[in-house]
């Protein structure tokens, strides 16, 4: 009788720690680990037996599936088998895209933000194989071999024509770098003090010349993909847990910018794209929305471009999910605020502080005055506090944080070119004086309550003022 895979597995995979805090900690984090595997592996048996039909209904697992399209059984060589396996070939083909949807209408375009005579952005909430471009980007793994989604349903949909033409002109990158390395490779090693280092740096750059790095762009013609794209462009995308979250979103923003780039270059005027950084990559639609109709407004306005180049016009982020395409659609009113003119808010404070401000006409004998040579002497008496109380409330009180701060309402936003109320506003808090929601103008009025971390790390308000002459310095 053959023992089953997850009793080998937990066998090869047990370990044995000492008797300290931290390898005890350890051995449970190991264990976990293990029994997780192998409720996984119990799982995947599961689906093996005769009834493998029933249980895929009742325990739906989408590795199993996409095993069983590329890696056919052996017992369906009979023909029946294979008339079976052809009629449902193009059931099996939508299971490597985890972007479809329950069929229905699409809404097609949600929301479009158009940038006088430079282009427009737009979210279209339809299938991307049917919208029209002059290029599609697709996100892809560095070794192009992905397991699951969109970048693997291209690929099916490709086929080997496909393939092999992305693996020649990954061949020829890697070509180019390698023979642009060895060329300056002599200068390299010149300009070092230290000779070993320097050649085991070299050799470092050269193994990582070898692989596709975040960023590359690998493009392609269409074949069986679409009809109404006429190039591919395969984007490789970093993945969210390469790093803490400012590192992961600026390899996002730093790769999406570089496609954009150069595809600018290649006088591409339009790009469809689907949700790039979800999925296998970890990005949630969230926060990957702002970052990627951030660039992709910046690369049609050339913001930061030395000599702007203006052939890209139309970026679309098509998806088939109605929940994604209401983020982006959110956030691209978001950015719309930041670049659009008439679009701008500021807090009604501070526009009626700018609409109100009077020009401040100075005599000719003060400005004289002012242009002496002559110096002028004050005295000074460092760090003796003569009016406490003044010295509180006009360099301590402003820049302590209080519990009355954080209840304090939000400003109410206008728009910076009329200041006529924005259509977006900031949530009102609970719990202020006379249920205020918004402040049009600035508060005077603050608490004095004052925060202190307790012996047990909790905060502790206390009405008491403490000797603040005693805790801080003047501001001299």
Request: net charge positive; charged share 25%; proline share 4%.
């Amino acid at each position: 009788m053959k023992a089953p895979a997850w009793l080998s597995f937990t066998h090869v995979g047990r370990r044995y720690f000492g008797s300290s805090y931290l390898t005890k900690k350890l051995k449970t984090i190991n264990d976990r680990a293990l029994k997780y595997h192998e409720d996984y592996i119990k799982s995947l048996d599961i689906l093996e037996g005769k009834n493998r039909s029933v249980m895929k209904e009742i325990f739906p697992n989408k590795k199993s599936e996409i095993n069983d399209l590329f890696f056919q059984r052996c017992a369906s060589s009979n023909s029946d088998d294979k008339s079976k396996v052809t009629e449902n070939l193009d059931d099996d083909v939508d299971l490597l895209d985890l972007h479809k949807s329950e069929k229905g209408e699409y809404q097609q375009e949600m929301k479009r933000m158009i940038l006088d005579e430079f282009g427009c952005v737009r979210v279209v909430h339809n299938d991307i194989l049917e919208e029209e471009a002059d290029c599609m980007l697709i996100p892809m793994v560095s070794n192009f071999v992905p397991l699951s989604g969109f970048g693997a349903y291209v690929l099916h949909r490709g086929g080997r024509e496909l393939v092999k033409e992305i693996f020649i002109t990954i061949k020829t990158l890697i070509k180019k770098r390698i023979d642009v390395l060895n060329e300056h490779r002599e200068e390299y090693l010149s300009g070092s003090k230290d000779k070993l280092s320097s050649e085991k740096e070299f050799k470092k750059m050269a193994e990582n010349a070898k692989s596709l790095q975040v960023g590359d762009v690998i493009l392609s013609k269409p074949h069986n993909v679409s009809d109404k794209v006429k190039l591919l462009a395969f984007l490789i995308m970093p993945y969210f847990w390469q790093g803490n979250n400012y590192v992961s979103s600026n390899k996002l923003r730093y790769s999406f910018s570089s496609a954009l780039k150069q595809l600018n270059e290649l006088c591409i005027s339009s790009v469809i794209l689907p949700d790039m950084a979800s999925g296998i990559y970890g990005y949630a639609p969230s926060s990957s929305s702002h970052i990627l109709l951030d660039e992709a407004v910046e690369s049609i306005l050339q913001i930061g471009a030395t000599v702007p180049l203006y052939n890209l016009n139309s970026i679309s982020i098509v998806d088939k999910d109605i929940n994604t395409c209401k983020t982006f659609s959110e956030a691209l009113e978001d950015v719309s605020r930041n670049y659009l003119p008439h679009k701008k808010v500021l807090p009604a404070p501070k526009y009626w502080n700018v609409v109100n401000r009077r020009l401040l006409e100075i005599p000719s004998n003060v400005i004289h005055f002012c242009r002496r040579h002559n110096k002028i002497s004050f005295r000074k008496y460092h760090g003796i506090i003569r009016r406490k109380f003044q010295h509180y409330y006009s360099n301590i009180r402003p820049f302590k944080w209080r519990a009355s701060r954080v209840i304090e309402p939000n400003p109410f936003l206008v728009y910076q070119n009329s200041g006529e109320p924005s259509s977006y506003q900031y949530g009102p808090k609970s719990y202020y004086y006379k249920g205020v929601s918004h402040t049009l103008y600035n508060i005077g009025k603050k608490g004095l309550v004052n925060i202190r971390v307790g012996r047990h790390g909790r905060l502790q308000a206390l009405k008491s003022v403490s000797n603040i002459s005693l805790e801080t310095k003047p501001r001299l």
